[in-house]
């Protein structure tokens, strides 16, 4: 019931297109769902978050959007560029950032120019 | 965002010896913090829960004796990997909740590479 289960496990896309990864999680008490990018050798950075009080948010090119009912998030990532190429997280967590995250298992994309 | 600095960047030491890794939170003070051990290609592993003035929480299977967590301050932890070996070869990363943001959204060091010899 801890996990985060996260797809695809690798995408290629062409600069310009659309990227979207999903995440789906079982436990109900979570209400902080965060977005990670991860360059090689980096530490993960946040992207963009979201609480259960919205259906979606956007920061920029980065979507979330989060379906309570089927226990469903996802990112999208418009007009993707190369510098997008990376490790995405999708994360879960109780009472906000302040306890500990339950990590899904990542999504490598890849974008050509 | 927030800033977690980590010390140092990447360590080798010989099998048998212990390190310690440092964690700091810059410009936010964290009573908590997290360790995490991530392997190429794979997702983040949460080792422990460090709190500031008590004892740290650790996963199961997370042998507390050899991951030694102390957090001195608000915005210092510590982690020492004692007598390492090989198959403790990994990325270690730290992260941190910043309490002064909306959703005390948690901010992660840029990880450390430690290889035992």
């Known amino acids: 019931q801890q996990q985060v289960k996260q797809s695809p496990q690798s995408l290629i896309v062409q600069k310009g297109g659309i990227s979207i990864i999903n995440c789906a999680y079982e436990n109900t008490a979570f209400d902080y769902f965060p977005w990670y990018q991860q360059f090689p050798g980096k530490g993960p950075a946040l992207l963009i978050a979201?609480?259960?009080?919205?259906s979606e948010k956007k920061e920029g090119r980065f979507t979330i959007s989060f379906n309570k009912s089927a226990k469903q998030f996802s990112l999208h990532i418009m007009d993707s560029q190369p510098g997008d190429s990376a490790t995405y997280f999708c994360a879960a967590s109780i009472k906000g950032g302040s306890e500990k995250l339950v990590f899904g298992k990542g999504t490598k994309l890849t974008v050509n120019p | 965002g927030a800033v977690v600095s980590q010390h140092p960047s990447w360590v080798i030491c010989k099998s048998g010896t212990s390190v310690k890794i440092e964690c700091r939170s810059l410009d936010f003070q964290a009573t908590t913090m997290f360790w995490y051990r991530q392997f190429p290609k794979q997702s983040l592993m949460l080792m422990a829960t460090s709190n500031e003035g008590s004892k740290a929480t650790y996963e199961q299977g997370v042998e507390k004796d050899k991951f030694l967590i102390n957090h001195a301050s608000l915005t210092l932890s510590t982690l020492t990997v004692t007598s390492a070996h090989p198959e403790d070869s990994s990325f270690y990363i730290c992260?941190?909740?910043?309490?002064?943001?909306?959703?005390?959204?948690?901010?992660f060091g840029p990880g450390t590479r430690l290889t035992v010899l």
């Open positions: 992260s941190a909740p910043d309490s002064g943001r909306r959703y005390n959204e948690q901010f």
């Open positions: 979201i609480r259960p009080d919205v």
